[in-house]
């Protein structure tokens, strides 16, 4: 029960910090998030779960209740936690709380209604993370787009309508095609399965029980099903070609906003296609290895390359996310624990060093009202503090070890390169990663520019240090950046543990 | 009798005709006519059915088309007004848009 | 019992204690935290200490302390940390953890007395340069001395930037980390390369990779090859892994970030060139040098590139003016030397090297502090002059140095360059050319260095002071004095502990304490003595039979050459620069033969094009494909939008069609006009 | 413009030929279904008087025939609503309170429109307003 707790009263906290007047809201809300933050701090230290929640593990704090009957479906009320969703919850809570908090500087019309909203899609995140029956998560995953698009719609930059509607009808398309993937894996699963709920469907794909459809074969069937799922995901992820909302929405965005975005919104579509694509269709994930990991390349080369080119602080870090993604994208079709593992831990360790970079370049932002390369230098005489975490997030990017990124990528690569699915993983694994050049190349640069030499900025402002209530949430994050790096195995075991029923494929293909 | 097809063929005819008023003019009350003929198209298949199949359903209904045709000219006819008073004119092709 | 060994991850995390103390709380202790990481640096110092004793006694450690990842299910590797302590380990723990000692020392007049502000940053920084190289040196496996690797470059970054407010030192710092990055990233390649065939990455123990490899190699063990027969993979894989070497070991091509980094406080480059950073690359080799030993073609390779880099950096440092670009390129050209060493299958001798230079490295660096700060921090040698009478300490001191350097008898530099020398040599000349031609180049080496050094020495503190400030130095304290003295001495002395050519010409004595050390250990696959064999039986290496003092004479003979050569030149009462003579060359060695021109190119006129070009494409086509998408519905839309036109009688026209082909196709599909 | 109702002529004979083109494919479906012989009437049967029973619901008829007492009343309703709905729409309401039905041939109000042509620009926004508010 509790996982509905959790939801509910992160549901119920954004309906009394809606109602709230402006002038608490903010504080309200950073204490109502709370809640979740130790209701997920609590299931951390009482999980108990074995194996994946999909393929017939014992997940953990799960309830199944039978809710509707739809056209000879059942749809359960089913939630729960394993070892993947579990450190996806703990992420979003922290990083939400942490996000309110940030957001106190920065946001100073309609607070109630957007901490509200920020509270709104925490719970429909935690939804997304630990919903196990298909319309029950797919209503959460939807549910997730309306308030980001209020959120950038309405306390956006400039060109915020432009970046809203682009990321609303983006990421909807993409969910479109996704749906009918799914639905015509359902459909062509016939009498095998009659409920909506996510483990029976894994099951009886794994088992092979995918009929034809319409007179579509069923190795035909699977293949288009999992390319329109693939690119579903592959927009929310984003990956390359499909990237280009990002950076659009990340620039647009209230500093806060990106947080949550990048932190956890990006996870969202990595979570996907874990879930979905590569646990229900493994064996066709291994037929499609070579163009995926190709993909994956090509994300992280390339997004490394455009955030090189970029100008704008926060255009920089959207563009490493994509880079940052595709090393997910490399981990996953690995299929190996340690590069589906890692690909999970890389998953928090981004959320938390990308939320990290976001936060402080919010910071120095709300200080400089720039986050132009070119307009600020010599920041950290001014800033130390706020310089000095951002260097070390900018650090724990481009994978300084003990850090949770180094852990991830490592992880990761070392995945990639033992994978079996192709021949030529490792020559992928190589290639992806170069990326760490390249990552150290835009950083630093960007690093000198802004941080370093004397300060120049013309303002008619005091520029000085950043309040206490801003910095602590950079505080905190570095500090959990630290630690997840030092003891990865905090959730590293817990997500092998989830993990490791996927590499036994099963007979998808019988 | 008569075989049922001519009755059809009529109603068609008269049918067609009515959509041949509307399509090619615009004067709103040679267009209530034109309903009014096409309505009473639909009458007569009606009534040719009621008579082939023995059966007065069909002749009812006839009638009940007929008083609800009275009451759409009743309505068609305040319509007109009020496009008369708002263009001036009854013809059709000037409402072009929503609000007028 | 409770030995050494129990104590000794206290030597890694004391350093690592000073760190976070002057971190947090260093704004509130006298000397910005300075005691702390002398106190911290001491006490690793003196467990080093007792770590090397209890190794003299025949004891090794290699133990697993912590799991960093576990693995779960079958098959799966357990990634974990551990301590490593064989006499290698426990000689580079002393050196490190006593050159930190001195630097701490030394940074007290340096930095607090110059009035420096940021020195708890500073403090900060070395607790954490000290304590990341510490652990580097004990780690036990491939990953972790991967992960202090890059900590220490890290820590190379945070302390050539420490003076951000300038233009120059973060711009130095950049370089420095992104150029041994790159080095870095086929380091990392050849870690998860190593994972992946072996299965493991420890450097110790029955199951250690590189006597795995050797058990491939001998058809006893079968390892994932990816298609490669095993030697060709075991060379790739060797290679991989010397990218990160050359990278932080500044050999070339990538030595380029090295002279850059002299932008930071010389303590701190004092400490990069002889104890941690640079000296991790080759450190790695020889911790690994099982695995090297068995690809006679990695070994060349890494014979070559050490020759190379010692004779082309030792051209450079020939014409500079900069007392510390001088050292810098000297540092260069000396960890060529000992690549050269450990390709040319002369481990202990790249090790003796290692261990002396560490010593007069530092105290080159530590005496160039000392002037820098008499000099009110001018660095160009041609304000120098004469400070040899006003700041002798620093002048004797330094001179000890100097000579370790040059290589003159009977200091440190000379016994242990000569040793790397002579193994090119008898293993180059049992018909290996390429070490040969290493050889070659080594040697012309030791003539320029011989050379620059005493330039060096002789603009700096000989002549007449050339400008006010040298008539008048600054003076200098006992914690300047204080680690001068100590390591002058160990310059002039240390190279006792293994003198070859006097203990083959005399017939066994004194004996080669460090040939000894080395040889034997708990760890047989660690010691020279199988190196040795694995070099003679995977490699092919034979020595041919020349006197140990024969080869000496020549490099000796060459060194002194050089030192005469800027004695003619250099030491008169007002030199001149004879460098116009060099004409061209001059140029040439000026720019550093455009090393840095022309991977500046790469960066700035290449990977910045390309980048704009891929945020051009980015833009432009891929997504203007999503804005020409919404563009085209939004097009549609509107055309589409004017069959609407509010007409009725239009609408009445589309039905009348609409239903007239529908009866059509329905007809035509129903038979009805059959 | 006309004051009453005219042949308008004007309009293109050409969409009518979608009319004679859905009679043509009406009349060929037509003739080319087969619908058997009608049963017709009885002779004596008394067709009226079985539909005054049939929409009385009264089993009274000779003729079959379904019952449509609702439809009846529905129908019933319908005019009543259609007679006062049509009485609506042909009064105008102004400020609420309704106006009787226009008696000058629409003069008053084609002259509000030519001045609105003509002065929309200059006049206020509040007169503009209650004019369409009217017209609603």
Redesign the interface.
Known sequence: MIIEGLIAATFAASMVVLLAPDRVAGRLAAALSLLPVVGSLYMWSRFDATGNALTGGDPAFETIVPWLELGGYTLNWHVGVDGIGLPLVVLTTILSTLAIVSAWASIDDRQSQFYGLMLFMEANLLGVFTALDFFVWFVFWEAVLLPMYFLIGVWGGPRRKYAAI?FF??TNIASLAMFIGFIALLFGLGDSVSSLDMPAIAGALRAGELGSLYGISAGTLRAVAFVAMFLGFAVKVPV??F???LPDAHVEAPSPVSVMLAGVLLKMGTYALLRFNFTMLPETATRFAVPIALVAVVSVV?GA??A???QDLKRIVAYSSVSSMGYVILGLIAY???GVGGATFQMIAHGLISGLMFMSVGVMYNTTHTRMVGDMS?M??RMPVTAGIF?AGA?GY?G???MAG??GE??I??GA??STVH?AM?LF??AA??G??IV??YL??A??RT?????RLETDYEVGPAPLHETVPLAVLLVTIIVLGV???LF??MI??AV?PL?DFGGELS | MVPVEWYLLLAAAVFCIGLFGILTRSNALLFLMSVELMLNAANINLVAFSAYWGNVTGQTFGLFTMALAAAEVAVGIGIILVLYRNFDDVDVTLAKGMRR | MVGAFDYAPAIVLLPFLSFVLSLTAGKYLPKGGAFGGIAATAGSLILSAWVFLTVSAGNAYNETLYTWAAGVGEGTTTLTFGLLLDPLAAMMLLIVSLVALLVHVFSLGYMNDEGETGLPRYYAGLGLFTASMLGFVVADNLLMAFMFFELVGLCSYLLIGFWFREEGPPSAAKKAFLVTRFGDYFFLVGVVGVFATFGTAKFAGEAAFPVIAEEALAGGAEVTTFGFAPETWFTILGLLILGGVIGKSAQFPLHTWLPDAMEGPTPVSALIHAATMVAAGVYLVARMYGFYALSPTALGIVALVGGFTALFAATMGVVKRDIKQVLAYSTISQYGYMMLGLGAGGYVAATFHLLTHAFFKALLFLGAGAVIIAMHHDEDMWNMGGLKNRMPVTYYTFLSGSLALAGIVPFAGFWSKDEVLYEALIHGLAGSPLLLAGYAMGLVAVFFTGFYTFRMVFLTFHGEPRTETARNPHGVRWNVKGPLVVLGVLAATVGVVNMVPLHDLTGGFPPEYLHDWLAHGELSALTSEHYGELLHDYAGYTSADVASYVAGAVSLALALAGVLTAHVLYNVADPDEHTAKLGAVKTLWYNNYYQDEYQIWIAESFVLPLARLADKFDQGIVDGVVNGVSSVSLFAGNRIRRIQTGVVSNYAVLLTLGLTALLVVFGVLGGWFV | MTTRPELNTTGSLLPGLAAVALFVVMAVAILRASFGDPQGFAADAGITASIGYAMFDLEMGSVPGESFLAALIVVAVALDAALDGSLLLAKREEDGSPVALLADGGRRVRDRLRDGEASSDTEGGADADADSGGDA
């Not at chain 1, 941080?451 to 300060?455: A, I, K, P, R, T």
């Open positions: 682009k009808v983006y390359v070609p990237h280009t909302w390339y390359l455009l090189l080119a970029q190996t624990t340690y010599g950290a005489d260097v650090f481009m300084l070890p003990l180094f852990a490592f992880f690569f070392k390169f033992e021949a490792p694994t190589a990663m170069f760490i050049v150290a190349g630093l640069l690093m000198q941080l370093f030499g004397s300060f003891a990865p195995d590293f075991g092998q543990d490791d590499l």
